[in-house]
T-cell receptor, first 114, second 110 residues
Framework: GENVEQHPSTLSVQEGDSAVIKCTYS??????FPWYKQELGKRPQLIID?????GEKKDQRIAVTLNKTAKHFSLHITETQPEDSAVYFC?????????????FGTGTRLQVTL | DVKVTQSSRYLVKRTGEKVFLECVQD?????MFWYRQDPGLGLRLIYF???????EKGDIPEGYSVSREKKERFSLILESASTNQTSMYLC?????????FGSGTRLTVV
């Protein structure tokens, strides 16, 4: 089955700096890669996603890049703000046919300091 | 907005008890999922369902079962709770791509 690795496990940046979180996946047939943000005590929420026919997608201060050849994808947050502090999860969906199940990375705890 | 509702926010159960975790979604989604979330391990898939009465094992199904008698409801069952099942349990539903998660149930088995 699919295996997703995520790095780093913790990341501390100063307000205004950029943050990058990287993930690799194992199943070359995977075709959908979402990112979730989980604030303390809350449910994970989808913040951005990318499909395998696209190399990059941007939404205001966040962007995701995908390198299918290398089987890795990254989340980029620019001009970080304290409210960006959260745990971020990457995920990949294999092309298995049933139920669109996602395999998640182990998460990155992002701390934005003043 | 899709709502995914988990019946309990916190549960404390004794070892050996049979435990039911309930999840209801209100947007007619075909797909529903149960994950457990543990520090350093991320979200791991226990079971999922792509239709009424249909279920498939995820990556860590041992010690769990599920039931989906109606499209909107997906139940996770711990047949005989053990302390290593102490965790945060997250339900999610999906129509195709991304998930909508419930608020989670923090289960403690003592």
């Amino acid at each position: 089955g699919e295996n997703v690795e995520q790095h780093p496990s913790t990341l501390s940046v100063q307000e205004g700096d950029s943050a990058v979180i990287k993930c690799t996946y194992s199943d070359s047939a995977s075709n959908y890669f979402p990112w979730y943000k989980q604030e303390l005590g809350k449910r994970p929420q989808l913040i951005i996603d990318i499909r395998s026919n696209v190399g990059e997608k941007k939404d205001q201060r966040i962007a995701v890049t995908l390198n299918k050849t290398a089987k890795h994808f990254s989340l980029h947050i620019t001009e970080t703000q304290p409210e960006d502090s959260a745990v971020y999860f990457c995920a990949a969906r294999g092309n298995t046919g049933t139920a669109s199940k996602l395999t998640f990375g182990t998460g990155t705890r992002l701390q934005v300091t003043l | 907005d899709v709502k995914v509702t988990q019946s309990s926010r916190y549960l404390v159960k004794r070892t050996g008890e049979k435990v039911f975790l309930e999840c209801v979604q209100d947007m007619d989604h075909e797909n529903m999922f149960w994950y457990r979330q543990d520090p350093g391990l991320g979200l791991r898939l226990i079971y999922f369902s792509y239709d009424v009465k249909m279920k498939e094992k995820g990556d860590i199904p041992e010690g769990y079962s599920v039931s989906r008698e109606k499209k909107e409801r997906f139940s996770l069952i711990l047949e005989s709770a053990s302390t290593n099942q102490t965790s945060m349990y997250l339900c999610a539903s999906s129509h195709g791509q991304g998930y909508t998660f419930g608020s989670g149930t923090r289960l403690t088995v003592v």
